[in-house]
């Protein structure tokens, strides 16, 4: 009788059994990065629209406040989508002919909603509330991205669960002060860009947000303004709804004795102690975000 | 979440219908049948057809027959939606789960945005519920302008924010998909402008006659406007009638006008001959009544003073269940003793009805009149509404001999109804006029004789004698599809109106929605008959108001303040002192003990069947005998011996010729040989009414509308009824621990061992304040120390809740409430029958002492966030699990389903999803949803959350304003709606809070402290205030 | 040293009974040959006594990859429980750790287990599908049944055919033939 | 000797040497290869088997179509209900693991014990441990109401960064129960490699011997591999038995860790353990009786082996009594109500029929029974019993599962349960998917290890001297 089998399969036998070894690794590295790639999160994805709606061009190049069309973004869950009367406070004088712009008039006409798809879509089982997170000091632009330059809106962050407990675990890295929520361009405190925060009068029942006043030109020199998304542009009708808390510290007492902060994390760890930022624990307990 | 409001455009399940039900239980009909039905068809239209036969008796029993208690996945609502649509359904399911992505959403902004409207945030909206025994006021939550949720308006003097079932289950009543939505003529889709056409060319025509051939018949009308506008187009056309027909409350005297003011609160004793004030809006003034019933029996902060109440019952009601004396009596024998009452106390001068009475029930009669004279001035006797006018008549006598009258009670100038009127009179002078041809146009507006009349009057042949007849309603029912007319009418939710409140504080009823289906009302038949006919409700409404409202000031000013507050100041009932006039009633003589009695009661869930299609209150166990879905013969366990039947067995009932096929249920404490039958059941239409129970109606004459005799007998045939509680005799000797014979309860025993209930006598509790909690084997106290681990901290918020025994009456409107609240599924009759209803909060109810006369006890139910909870120690994927404010919470999209919780959950208070209970498909149900709160899908355990999307609002209303939340800002649904304020919750960190100081209250106890759960919640033991003189009350003595 | 000679694998001699093999180890070893291997259709301890085989490493490596599987699962559960997301279950500490000894104990024994099959296959070099001795047609046809074989291999300093085969035809086999490679 | 007069008429005792005899007489080496190699290399498959393949694959049908219907409606196609939240999946589940711990208790166990009778019936014993394990295993998956989210129980890093709560029993299970399986593979593939080498050796066709040849991994008896060999399996032996003994334990405490009156017991582990024994001899039994008469291997398997499977059941099923003894005093010594009622209820309530089967399948009948040896010889009847303790084995399980839960704490959640045709679908599916894994491996895989029925033959004695007596065997 002779051999069943070559030579070679000895060696042929010993890799394919590293091989598997190998192949079920591979596998597991694989699904691990789909579970986060832009595939399943949608990430940086631009889903059609029935109108182009550049943000870069009416944030960065009108200047147009983010609340001027998000209304709500400081009193409900939801920030709100403009309705079509606010695109046409603008257009029925510029702009009434370009035919972009055709559904908005369509929808002015004939009282029907513009239909958007929804770019930021969380799961249904989860409850996020815009209104708290604006007024403890989580800007727009920390989950939404640099919207400002966003010609088409797009999804910046993953939005998943490890994504959002992220932040909850240590909110401080993420703070900034109320005053600069609608400032896309914020980068937090540097050596070189220093922010300087005074307590002006805590106490029970006036929201944290009041109470805490942040500047980025030492207040010790003179010529001392308020840091916030510069609004020299053009006014809209309509603009009255500009935040308490961005106005707030808009005149600030001579008296205040501000701290210097350079780093994100002192800055943090100070806004965590004055907004009254809830401990971690209850930050990423499952009903502040399930019911 | 995507932001459409108002918009509301709705697709109907066509299919929605069953098929016709029969009243006779066992309609053969085989599987083999079944398939015969289904030959031939194929794909869709065989699921379609499956879901038809699906839900009709036949179908059930047949299944049952083939496969007894295993046809749940064939007949349960799942099915019944659809089997493809399940695929669907559990397939997007399977994607939820993050295997695959979710589908992109769409949003729907507005064009203009509404000024008041932020999204996100609820609105609330003051209005009132019209209902025959007086309008609830209430306050409804409106999510971007959807109501979402019906409750009490708290600042009204007369509820107080309480609610009911029926005022929380008329949310889905309104959402209800199988309303009609098109007028139709003669079953062909019309126009309502066609009917007006025709109706302005009747009046017309019939404007020099005077309206003669003119009929209206209504439902009882309650608003003063409706009065109004009734009697000017009386003015207009004289020779117009108009009928007023309540089947519930037809040939009561509260329909004739009859309605005492009970102040409860000032009362040491109260007496019920047959009244079941506690139980349910059925009774007029019940929240009120409650509330002051209650507020007597808290013995908070020292207080060791409290009523006592005396029932005197023909049927078991919650009533009689609390009493501290019950008194079991015959129907017929109700009057005698209200006059022998009456006579013994000297009660306008009634002569004793020479009835001889049992030594046990002489004794109960000589000790409540001593105790009677004895506390005139601050007692009231409460007649029965169904009960003999004669009762009404002596318990009034009774009242003005004892001084009452003005302090516990106030009669005079009140009435119960707008226009009162003699209804079974009306009624049949009605039919005669049909009969002799008169009538030629019949309206029938918000009312369904052809179901609903007494059955002597023929009604159906009687109303096609009518030329023309016309039916509005919210359902066709049984009178739409017969008439030629049927018109979609407007719910109060969707229309103006006005309404009297038991006090009579008249409410404004302002819509909170757009007619979905553009329905109308009876404001505008009667409007049409006037000068400007197209007058809208709302104008209609204001024009009735515009004197009150102007007297203060600007009326555009009060009357927007009467909208916003919900009520028009000054229009209560000044309490009246002189008697009502009461033609001299004598009392009728008891039937002879074995003439087999029948009594009628409207439904305690679906009234006289206006709500049978209401899942909500289709589900909700009754109290008592935790019934859903069915109504049944209700007689005591020695009848049902007599009788030689069981429960479940079909009874043939025969009462003035007539007969009825009923399933027979035991209700314990229910007097011999007599039987109660509940009505508004035995429906054709509708996906959730079609086929459950029997129509009672079918044996009730104009003459006998409450209480008739009859026979009964037994025939072939079962009747699988959904039970939720099991119930046994206890036939265990002392050595298996048992004790008593086998009248006593299994479950009462076990419960009282185990010191599940725990509860004492006044005196009891005075010699020992402590009772509750003396530390034995079954009946321990918590041990903080009786552990291995350390105990967790909890610092800031620890929100518990505390339950008074002392105060629930069992009426189960915080259950409907918690429906509400938490989008909670409705199941089905063959899966509650398994055992597998959804509801988060259930009533205990155990039976103490003989079950032919037992007292109740009730214990609301829901999961008690126990600290130390089993059922998270047991989950393999930390899907139930504590937050650091102590709340146990299950995170729905973690779940995978072992069961495991529930299985170590010592009170069993979690719900699981086993098959896809939830409605994915119908769009109106949809709308009616909680946004705040998931809508769990099937494979998911799901419990009580002590309403944590509440919790959430407030704590992030109070972190934005940088505040701690106050004691009572937080508010559970069940808490709200509760009558008798029997539920407390808040935070038992804050020794301020109300819920510390009763969860510290001697009295209060945690259940299954033994097994050392740490429960949050606490129960306020009862306690008892019997008169001695009585038999001592079988109170289970406390230790 | 003397070369092995090329193309031999080394001499196999079959034997009838157990016994016959393990005598011509014996006397195999005593005679200084060393680079030997016996092959039987089941275990014959006193065989590889003879030919000097007394110890082997699986009881290591076996013992090793226990403790692997301990520790891995062990410091797993603590680091979920304890640090990656600690909430509190039913009011149990985060670091129960009597809860998790339970999968830590399972972890040790699979550890252990695999490790002990992987071991004993590598240190016998399997799978090793081709081999000389398949090449000798009466060790195919018997090795695996009822037949008793010893090889003396090629690589063992004192082989040389001649003397191999006369040594072998001493221990009164069956059958003795020069393997292949 | 003194023994002969009454060895005679005895065929288990061996006329010359008077010890006991484990296998039949005239047994070589190459009659044991030719044996039991044949049935699996021989070309005719015997049309029995295909009856019998046929009749256990529809069944299997019948289990795939229960599991499609599950998924797609839900576990509420089940009797399963509140408060009996647990039925048949569970029941199963426990019952076919207690099944699969006899295989390993055979062919570990007796192994560290020396036992070499255990020797004929440890490879199918081993086989039916792993089929039985694969019944099983299935059932904690399907019975989950979301099973498409099984993975969630293993610790993995998910973007949702939450992991599996271990304090868990059930996390316990998983961990236990696919250790379980892992290591019995591995024991039993490890089991086989050198009969694999025989097959090879004697396998006619192409395709059989590149099959065998590759299960085999070249094994070709070298004395330096049986050393590593026989150390490795005596090592696998020495940690099955704590697996086992463990993997048991662990299923006890799904129930004994809870706080559910007649789960929340300390007996749990010991009992549960003694019964899978008792319930795995009884299924080892039910197995062996019809395939030594199907494939005559009354020569390998002798009335012997019966005759100690008996004594086992016999030993375990004693301690099974004395554990439901334990729970009826403790329920009465502890003094503690839930206890007493829960013992009474099991006893008289509405589900006592259960407890009055379990006691009579389990104790009553085997335990008076077994300890005649000519009954436990008695090769008809130990198979009638065997079939006795496993429905006995069963409803144990389903008086501990069900009548615990369906009267508990709370006498108003009080229910009852009643199972399904699903319910008994995916039961009787399981037994039929058994068989036919079973079936599979008597065709095609080696039921009884040749190598080590060898070890045992005379013949394997290594006789010092005189070659000439040696060279006589087997001619």
Known sequence: MAQIFDRSSNALARMSLVLTGLIVIALGVTLDGLQRSPWVTRQGQRPDQPVPFSHKHHVQGLGLQCQYCHVTVEKSSYAGIPPTKTCMNCHAQIWTNASLLEPVRHSWATGESLVWTKVHDLPDYVYFNHSVHVNKGIGCSSCHGRVDLMPLMYQQNTLQMEWCLNCHRNPAKNLRPVSQIYNMAWEGPSSQKPVWCAVNGEQADKPTAQSVDCVTRDPAKNGTQVASLSLDAVRLPGMGAVSAQAGAGAVIPAQLSYTKFTSQEDLGRFLVDHYKIRKPNELSSCEVCHR | MSSEAGKSNMQQDPNGNGMTAVAEANAGLTLAEVRERLKGVKGKKYWRSIDELAGTPEFEAAVAKEFPDQASEWIDPVSRRGFMKLMGASMALAGLAGCTKQPEEPIYPYVKAPEDLILGKPNYFATAMPF???????????????????????????????????????????????????????????????????????????????????????????????????????????????????????????????????????????????????????????????????????????????????????????????????????????????????????????????????????????????????????????????????VSFFAQGINVALGNVGKTVAYGTVAGQASPSDQVADLKSLVADLNAGKVDWLIMLNTNPLYDAPADLEFKSAMNNAKMTVHLGLLPGETGAEAIWHLPAAHYLESWSDVRSYDGTVSIVQPLIEPLYGGRTTHDFFQAMLDEPMVSAYEAVRATWKADLSKGGDFEQNWRKALHAGWIDGTAYTPGTTPTALAAAKAPQPVSKDTFEIIFRPDTNVYDGRYANVGWLQELPRPITSLSWDNAALVSAATLTKLGVEEGDILEITANGRKVKTPVLVAPGHPENSATLYLGYGRQEGRVAGGAGFDAYLLRTSDALHYTTGTVKKVDGKWGLAVTKSHYQDHRGKLAGGRGDGNYSLEWNEADIRGVIRAATLEEFKADPNFANQDTDERSIDHKDATLFPNWQYNGNAWGMSIDMNSCTGCNACIVSCYAENNIAVVGKQQVRIGRNMQWLRIDTYFEGDLSAPRAHFQPMMCQHCENAPCEEVCPVGATVHTPEGLNTMVYNRCVGTRYCSNNCPYKVRRFNYLLYSDFETESLKLMRNPDVSVRSRGVMEKCSYCVQRIQEVKITADKENRAIKDGEIVTACQQACPSQAITFGNINDPGSRVKKLRDDSRSYSLLADINTRPRTKYVAEVLNPNSELAEAPVEHAG | MAIPVEGTYGMLAEFETPSDLVRAAQAAYKNGWRRMDCYTPYPVEEAAEAIGFHKNRVPLITLIGGLMGLVAMFSLETWISVLAYPVNIAGRPLYSWPAFVVPAYEWTILWAGLSACFGTLALCGLPTLYHPLFNVPNFRSGATDDKFFLCLEATDPKFEIVSAREFLEEQGPVSVVEVEY | MATKDFTTNDPMIDPETGEFRVLGQGQTFNSVTAKISDIVLTPHTPWGWYG?????????????????????????????????????????????IGIGHAGTLISAILLLFKQGWRNSINRFAEAMTIFAVVCAGMFPLIHVGRPWLGYWLFPLPFTMNVWPQFRSPLLWDVFAVSTYATISVVFWYLGMVPDFGTLRDRAKSPFAQYFYGMMSLGWRGSVKHWMRYETASLLLAGLATPLVLSVHTVISFDFAVAVLPGWHTTIFPPYFVAGAIYSGFAMVLTLAIPLRKFYHLEALVTERHIDNMGKVMLGTGGIVAYGYGMEVFMSWYSASHWEFFMMWNRMFGPMGWAYLVLIFCNIAFPLTTLWVRKWRTNITFMFILSLIVNTGMWFERFVIVVTSLYRDFLPSSWGTYRATKWDYATFFGTLGLFTFLFLLFVRFLPMIPMNEIKLMLPSAKIKPKEPAAAGSEGH
């Open chain 4, 52 to 96: 019998f393949f046929v009749v256990a694959g529809s069944v299997t049908g019948i289990l795939m179509t229960a599991v499609t219907w599950l998924f797609l409606k839900g576990v509420g196609i089940w009797a399963i209900t509140q408060p009996v939240a647990w039925g048949f999946a569970i029941i199963n589940f426990v019952w076919w």
């Open chain 2, 132 to 390: 025959p025994t007086g309008g609830v006021p209430l306050l409804v939550k409106s999510d971007a302008y959807r109501p979402i949720k019906v409750d009490g308006n708290p600042d009204h003097s007369y509820n107080q924010g309480s609610s009911d079932v029926f005022s929380q289950g008329s949310l889905m009543d309104m959402y209800d998909p199988d309303r009609s939505q098109r007028a139709t003529v003669r079953g062909n889709v019309a126009d309502w402008a066609d009917f007006y056409e025709a109706y302005r060319e009747k009046l017309l025509a019939s404007k020099g006659n005077g309206g003669e051939g003119l009929y209206f018949l209504t439902s009882a009308i309650t608003s003063p406007t409706l009065e109004r506008q009734w009697s000017e187009a009386q003015k207009a056309y004289p020779k117009a009638k108009l009928v007023q027909y309540e089947p519930a409350l037809a040939g009561t005297a509260f329909a004739k006008g009859f309605n005492p003011q009970y102040s409860l609160d000032k009362a040491d004793v109260i007496v019920s001959i047959d009244a079941d004030f506690l139980s349910g809006a059925a009774y007029p003034g019940f929240h009120k009544l409650v509330r002051d019933y209650a507020k007597r029996r808290k013995l908070a902060d020292g207080d060791r003073t409290m009523n006592r109440l005396y029932a005197i019952e023909s049927t078991p009601t919650t009533t009689g269940m609390k009493a501290e004396h019950r008194l079991v009596l015959r129907a017929s024998e109700i009057p005698a003793f209200a006059a022998d009452l009456a006579a013994a106390v000297g009660g306008n001068g009634a002569s004793p009805s020479g009835y001889s009475w049992t030594e046990e029930q002489t004794k109960f009669l000589n000790a409540l009149a001593k105790d009677l004279k004895a506390s005139g001035g601050k007692s009231v006797v409460i007649p029965g509404l169904y009960q003999d006018p004669s």
